[in-house]
Each structure stands twice: as C-alpha cells, then as structure tokens.
C-alpha cells in the first residue's frame, strides 16, 4: 500500500522560498515517476514538476520554470520540491504524486488509475 505524506508547506511572503517534502513508503522510487500537483480554490488540479525514476527526465509548468526545482532522494524515499520566488499566484494546496508510469515526459503519466496521492500541504504566497 503505497501513503505519500506531504510536508513543508506554509505562509509565506513574495519572494519567498519553500520546500516540500513527500516522505513516501510502500513505494519503490526507482519504479515510476513522482510529481507535485497544486489546485487553488475555485481551479482545478494542475501539474507543477515531475520527474522520471533515476531524474533521466523532469517535467515543469511554464508558470514555475526557473523558480521551482523537484529533487528525489532514494535513501530516504523522499522527494523535495524547491520553490523559491514565490509569487500570490502560486498559493494553492500543493499534493504529492507516485505513477506507475515509468518514465513521464508529460501530465498524463499521472493518470488516476495509475496514481497514489498524498493529503496535500497548503501554501499560501503574500
């Protein structure tokens, strides 16, 4: 049984910094891709970075292209998501992700009939 638990998300200012961390167990980080999705009130699920097993390939949002970097570490089946000048508009809650796919070069990788989810952790930029 694949649990994501998501973590390090609060209230910041722009221009901030954050960093998620998605501590995962039940799941083998070598096997498929892990990704960090958002959704803000009123919008619907989004992808924010991706990346395939072993970091062959990664994936962004053009909106956080250059600001947000998605980092695994196998020894500790955790994955990070770096986000550094915050923006209002990346307030959201922000959720952690484990596919089946083995290597995603695009969203649908994370199709729900092949994806885990976590609980999410909130981020809120002002």
């Known amino acids: 049984h694949v649990q994501l638990v998501e973590s390090g998300g609060g209230s910041v200012q722009e221009g901030g910094s954050l960093t998620l961390s998605c501590a995962t167990s039940?799941?083998?980080?070598?096997?498929?891709?892990m990704g960090w999705f958002r959704q803000a009130p009123g919008k619907e699920r989004e992808g924010v970075a991706a990346?395939?097993?072993?970091?062959?390939?990664?994936v962004y949002a053009d909106s956080v292209k250059g600001r947000f970097t998605i980092s695994e570490d196998n020894a500790n089946h955790t994955i990070y998501l770096q986000m550094n000048s915050l923006k209002p508009e990346d307030t959201a809650m922000y959720y952690c992700?484990?596919?089946?796919?083995?290597?995603?070069?695009?969203?649908?990788?994370?199709?729900?009939?092949?994806?885990?989810w976590g609980q999410g952790t909130q981020v809120t930029v002002s």
């Open positions: 990346v395939s097993p072993g970091g062959v390939s990664s």
């Open positions: 992700a484990a596919s089946s796919v083995g290597y995603c070069f695009s969203w649908r990788a994370f199709s729900n009939d092949r994806t885990s």
């Open positions: 039940g799941y083998d980080l070598t096997s498929g891709c």
